[in-house]
């Protein structure tokens, strides 16, 4: 099992930009495809990103292409969400999503308990 913990969330002008980190402890890091889902008010739980166990493997939401990157560090057991171009759009809680597997599943078995992300115009 592994324990997921994001941070990195907060306040930011339309524009701008931020990084979100999670850092996990448990299991072997490397044993795990990552990810990154967000949550608006109101709306629905939706895929951000994710990347493969060994980083080789990396996919967007159309949404955020181009303006987000994620990436992971193996040795030191974080991944990690650099949103740039920032919408007020983007306006949601952020969770760190982790699986045991090469590949992330849609329904993800780990989750951090989330940061929150706003954006103003």
């Known amino acids: 099992q592994v324990q997921l913990v994001e941070s990195g969330g907060g306040l930011v002008q339309a524009g701008g930009s931020l990084r979100l980190s999670c850092a996990a402890s448990?299991?072997?890091?490397?044993?795990?495809?990552m990810g990154w889902f967000r949550q608006a008010p109101g709306k629905e739980r939706e895929f951000v990103a994710r990347i493969s166990r060994g980083g080789g493997s990396i996919y967007y939401a159309d949404f955020v292409k181009g303006r987000f990157t994620i990436s992971r560090d193996n040795a030191k057991n974080t991944v990690s969400l650099l949103m740039n171009s920032l919408r007020p759009e983007d306006t949601a809680i952020y969770y760190c999503a982790a699986d045991v597997g090469v590949v992330l599943r849609t329904s993800p078995t780990y989750w951090g308990q989330g940061t929150q992300v706003t954006v103003s115009s």
């Open positions: 448990g299991r072997t890091f490397s044993d795990y495809a």
